[in-house]
């Protein structure tokens, strides 16, 4: 599977350099995305149960170690897209763990309609 913008998960392993558990759960992720297979939402949280479905439209958190990632995983096309990193204190203040403003915010960026 194809990762797009993976250069924000990059950023966060850049600015964690010292940080090896982090380093090594970001590794995970990516070797996971990209090796993947996925035809649907139940092999993906299979293979990682860490993965929070948070949208109809197959956008997911995953938690890597105190951080979590938001992606959109579009199964017909086999790619993925990074949409937004940060650790739980940024999630807690950006999307207050409520699925309508994670919603509200997948709007506002032109993700769904």
Do not use: C
């Not at 990516?30 to 149960?49: A, Q």
């Not at 956008?59 to 938001?70: A, K, P, Y």
């Not at 650790?87 to 309609?113: A, M, P, Q, V």
């Amino acid at each position: 599977m194809k990762i797009i913008r993976k250069d924000k998960i990059l950023k966060l392993k850049r600015k964690n350099q010292g940080n090896m558990k982090l380093l090594k759960a970001i590794d995970n992720l990516i070797t996971d995305i990209e090796n993947s297979e996925w035809k649907d939402k139940l092999e993906l949280i299979e293979t990682r149960p860490d993965a929070d479905r948070v949208h109809s439209e197959d956008f997911f958190f995953f938690n890597i170690n105190v951080h979590r990632v938001f992606a959109l995983i579009l199964f017909s096309e086999q790619s993925a897209e990074i949409l937004w990193v940060g650790n739980h204190d940024e999630y807690d203040t950006t999307f207050k763990g409520n699925k309508k403003i994670i919603e509200s915010w997948l709007r506002n960026h032109g993700k769904i309609k």
